[in-house]
């Protein structure tokens, strides 16, 4: 009895699916129903079946965006993604900025150089390090200095300097006030005017039987105290006098008279040389060159 109303059961449950959706006749087999899906997804223009295929690998994937080849790069195009080729070997890759796609580009040569410097007159630049080549690029090097450049480096050793500049050895230089007029020159040709030469003079008691006289070092030369006669006036006589050059000889004994020898530098001129003192009076003996020798234009020979 329970089997019957099982069966019966079943029946009418059959019966009123088929019903209720209208589409199914009562007496179908449901077993011929069922149909594997066939569906697929197409990636990079690659059908892949979903029901076969349910997991892809990245290298599936991206394989499935063009053609690529070993060495390829994928980069985004204008509008999709594409593959770049590989350049030459060596090749470096060149972005050139957004919007537009990276290149292949030759690697600029770069031979190493060394560090050049150029010394001042003054100053010495030293470079150190190992190897000399050891820039990519030369580079030069311009180097100055603030302060006071010492004057054992041939710099001036002060700060400002107004005038003329004078040296001072080791110390620093110091200056002068510039004159109003043309500065002298050692050998130009020049009118000097208003000018005071102040005579290169000396005074020397006992000067001995041959007085020394360096005409280069003196213009006027005073001998007193004579205590012995000279001799010769020629024997000490140094320098290299120029034609026109003048010399003032004094003369005053020590209380007693003493006679006077010139030389063969010497000469009587215009006036007499003198030949003798008188005993406590001063003389003067006015000379010039003439180009062999110092001759006398003007002797006072009484003195006073």
């Known amino acids: 009895m329970a089997m019957k109303k099982l069966i019966l059961f079943c029946l009418l449950a059959t019966r009123l699916y088929a019903t209720d959706f209208g589409d199914i006749p009562a007496d179908t087999d449901v077993s011929t129903l069922w149909v594997a899906p066939s569906r697929t997804l197409t990636i990079g223009g690659t059908a892949l079946n979903l029901s076969a295929n349910r997991a892809w690998t990245t290298t599936t994937i991206l394989d ?128 000097l005017t208003n000018k005071w030469v102040k005579p290169r003079s000396t005074a020397t008691p006992a000067p001995g039987a041959t007085p020394a006289i360096n005409t280069d070092s003196f213009d006027v030369v005073s001998f007193n105290s004579l205590g012995t006669a000279i001799t010769s006036m020629t024997t000490s006589l140094t320098g290299t006098p120029v034609l026109g050059q003048k010399l003032l000889l004094g003369f005053k004994d020590d209380g007693t008279a003493r006679g006077i020898t010139w030389g063969a530098s010497f000469q009587s001129g215009p006036a007499t040389l003198l030949a003798t003192t008188v005993i406590s009076k001063q003389h003067w003996v006015g000379l010039i060159y003439d180009g062999t020798k110092w001759t006398c234009f003007a002797s006072d020979a009484t003195g006073y």
């Open 64 to 191: 499935g965006i063009g053609s690529p080849a070993w060495g390829d790069i994928l980069i985004r195009g204008t509008s999709n993604w594409i593959y770049l080729t590989p350049g030459t070997d060596g090749n470096i890759l060149t972005t050139h900025g957004a919007g537009a796609s990276p290149t292949w580009a030759t690697p600029t040569t770069v031979t190493p150089a060394a560090l050049t410097k150029t010394n001042d007159t003054n100053v010495t630049l030293t470079l150190g390090g190992t190897p000399t080549t050891a820039l990519l690029q030369a580079t030069s090097l311009t180097l100055g200095w603030t302060g006071t450049l010492a004057v054992s480096r041939g710099g001036t050793g002060a700060g400002t300097l107004t005038g003329l500049v004078l040296g001072n050895g080791t110390s620093a230089m110091t200056a002068v006030t510039a004159p109003s007029g043309t500065v002298v020159g050692t050998t130009d040709t020049q009118t």
